[in-house]
């Protein structure tokens, strides 16, 4: 079960919803996923084609609880604009804080991040910020009170997978609002990897979208995440320096020589 | 009368007064969109009584795909 704020999942998977071919191939993925979260962009809308299709308008709202995100945001104030702008929508009071402070890397800029968080927890809003593996920055937003901390494991869409487990694993092993790893994952085996390093929840996007097949994809990951988060919960055994025999040393039935 | 809508400059016919005729005008009523009127946020229930006038700059967003 993952907690965000006063909100309770069965699913540990959130998943972006940019970048599908088509919407019937998006609409499969989500299922396939079993994600309850699903993120979204605030974007001005094309007046003069009202009709294009949207996916957000063939979705049961009552299934899904939306993650908007402020993406393309490089200021906190840009951010905060388009947080109120959507909870103004009347669907959702969580919003994913994403301000990039970097246009080649996209990683996130901390300091307008921090700042944009707690103008939002001010607000009523629920906070999600998108941040980089930072144990500190994760300390100093879990003190403002956001409700996870959602670090990335390799550059936004890059597939690198988790490049730091060492400083993920520290993250989740300190912090006390879920760790939810944000960005850069690219094969179930990153995903289960993430998962039991002690992360609580997935949010992906292009691994699922730009994938051969989307819709398997997004089984594999639904699946990587329940096997990763499994064995975390069952502990994994120490590592050790040398081998240790399966099978009983003595009792062994020998040759007559 | 002419606003900025989206960022675009736009001339508008003579019975669009209200954010409500504007909506009705592009045909987005039905639409789940989010309006803000000069940098506040127009809410739904207001959208019949708040005008529209020349000069102002409208924006109209939704969501899209992203992640």
Known sequence: MLKIGNKTFQSHFLLGTGKFKTLDIQKKAVEASGAEILTFAVRRMNIFKPDQPNFLEQLDLKKYTLLPNTAGSKTAEEAIRTARLAKASGLCDMIKVEIVGDDQTLLPDPFETLKACKVLLNEGFTVLPYVSDDLVLAQRLERVGVHAIMPGASPIGSGQGILNPVQLQMLTETVHVPVIVDAGIGSPADTALAMSLGAQGILLNSAVSRAKDPVKMARAMKLAIEAGRLGFEAGRIPRKAVAVPSSPTEGMSAIDQ | ?67
């Open chain 2, 1 to 67: 009368m002419t606003v900025v809508l989206n960022g675009q400059s736009l001339d508008l016919p003579d019975y669009v007064r209200t954010i409500g005729s504007l909506l009705t005008h592009f045909h987005l009523e039905k639409k789940m969109i989010v309006i803000e009127k000069n940098g506040r946020i127009v809410e739904k229930p207001r959208y019949a009584e708040e005008s529209v006038k020349g000069g102002d700059r409208i924006e109209i967003v939704h969501f899209v795909g992203g992640g």
